[in-house]
């Protein structure tokens, strides 16, 4: 097989730069842009924070990094890991700073239930509300069980950290949109819980444990306790990474990562674009693009909803364009797109989509000069992006295959969140 012209595997980084492994002259490397703070998962699975412009490479998913990208996000909770402070609480007691937390070098809260019977929680008003996602880390000590309440939405769920289960968060509200319960590691769970309607405030509960934890109002010992870190309300349809925040809300900008590669580094004529990535299953579109720095002459690779789409332009009129349904756009895909004149394949997870598009032209020799994650003047490519590879000339489809498949059983259900019995 060829060796690709650029290769992008996320590992180096600086203020400012992305490193590609090739070309070696740095020509290939990426411009990042992001002028706040912003957090990852590192190598030890704790919440880091980078700094303004520092690409980030997360751990979240374990093994190797990603090259996480997100859109500009706001906390709107005041105080996102102090409990004792703004959170208004009722019939419960907070301890401040008890262990550690999952957010490297800080400590956690414990939430104790009163010995009075009635609904023991925190809660807090975002100061930007609106059609927002929730996430918060809780660990089991004696309670192990809350309840998530949307003030204003009327939604609500329980979630258990000692299995990891989701459960009916009797007499409080209905079942949000979507919500889930995971494993982050070192005993404690990530909550997620997202909504359609507009939220004014987020009550969290300590469910009844004896119960089954299905209802929020009980009588509590006035010793046994759950710990809570890192609450965050963002306005948006899906929960991105953790803005800390200490008395004020606090906003994090977008990533925007372009200019890789020069006009040596690209063929017009033909090539291959490779990306191996994921995204949220939402109405926005997701770059990733060849282009000349126009709109006009591009290799247009975007996520939308549910699809990857593949466009390919010369001088503002397509020439070939596909997509294709893909079985969870929020697991990581392998998305390969070869072009030459009147030949042009899209390659997904192993499997070439649809018959080979035998009509269409290419751009001038030395058109294309930049790759970036946008569409050339915007749209930014926000996800996970595991790899990026551009040939210069076209492979076979046997090659391209290869390029998109994985190397093991394993690696696949790994990639595509299968659960393996």
């Known amino acids: 097989m060829a060796i690709p012209s650029i290769a992008l595997i996320p590992t180096g980084t600086k203020a400012g730069k992305l490193y590609s492994v090739l070309p070696t002259d740095g020509s290939g490397d990426f411009t990042v842009v992001r002028a706040t703070t912003a957090t990852r998962v590192n190598e030890a699975g704790l919440i880091e924070s980078m700094a303004a412009n520092v690409p980030r490479l997360d751990y979240s998913a374990g093994g190797c990094p990603v090259l996480l990208t997100e859109p500009q996000r706001t906390n709107s909770l005041l105080q996102s890991n102090q409990f004792d402070t703004t959170w208004?609480?009722?019939?419960?007691?907070?301890?401040?700073?008890?262990?550690?937390?999952?957010?490297?070098?800080?400590?956690?809260?414990?939430?104790?239930?009163?010995?009075?019977?009635?609904?023991?929680?925190?809660?807090?008003?975002?100061?930007?509300?609106?059609?927002?996602t929730f996430t918060m880390y809780i660990k089991q000590k004696e309670l192990s069980r809350i309840c998530v309440h949307f003030l204003g939405a009327g939604k609500a769920a329980g979630f258990d950290c000692s299995d990891n289960t989701t459960f009916a968060a009797v007499g409080i509200a209905a079942y949000p949109t979507r919500y889930n319960i995971s494993d982050f590691g070192n005993g404690w769970s990530k909550v997620e819980m997202y909504d359609v309607g507009t939220t004014t405030r987020v009550d969290i509960y300590i469910a009844n444990p004896t119960d089954g934890g299905n209802n929020a109002v009980w009588t509590g010992d006035g010793t046994s306790k759950i710990y809570f870190s890192?609450?965050?309300f963002e306005v948006g349809s899906y929960p991105t990474s953790y803005i800390p925040t200490t008395g004020s809300s606090v906003t994090r900008n977008a990533d925007q990562v372009t200019d890789s590669g020069d006009v040596n580094d690209f063929n017009s004529l033909e090539g291959v674009l490779m990306a191996e990535i994921?995204?949220?299953?939402?109405?926005?579109?997701?770059n990733i693009s060849i282009n000349d720095g126009t709109s006009s002459n591009r290799l247009l690779l975007y996520v939308y909803n549910s699809f990857v789409n593949v466009t390919f332009d010369v001088g503002s009129s397509n020439q070939s364009s596909v997509s294709y349904t893909l079985?969870?756009?929020s697991s990581i895909n392998k998305v390969a797109f070869s072009y030459k004149l009147n030949e042009f394949k899209l390659f997904v997870n192993g499997l070439q989509i649809g018959s080979t598009d035998t009509s269409g032209i290419v751009p001038a020799s030395g058109t294309f000069n930049e790759l970036s994650f946008n569409n050339s003047s915007g749209g930014y490519f926000f996800g996970k992006t595991k790899q990026i590879q551009v040939f210069k000339s076209t492979l076979t489809s046997l090659e391209i295959e290869t390029l998109t498949s994985w190397e093991s059983f394993i690696l696949m259900a790994s990639a595509q969140q299968y659960t393996i019995y």
């Open 88 to 132: 208004v609480k009722t019939l419960s007691t907070i301890t401040s700073d008890e262990i550690a937390a999952p957010i490297s070098g800080e400590m956690a809260d414990s939430i104790i239930a009163t010995a009075t019977n009635g609904g023991h929680r925190v809660m807090q008003a975002p100061s930007t509300t609106g059609v927002g």
């Open 327 to 329: 079985p969870d756009v």
């Open 230 to 232: 890192a609450a965050q």
């Open 278 to 286: 994921s995204a949220e299953n939402i109405s926005t579109f997701r």
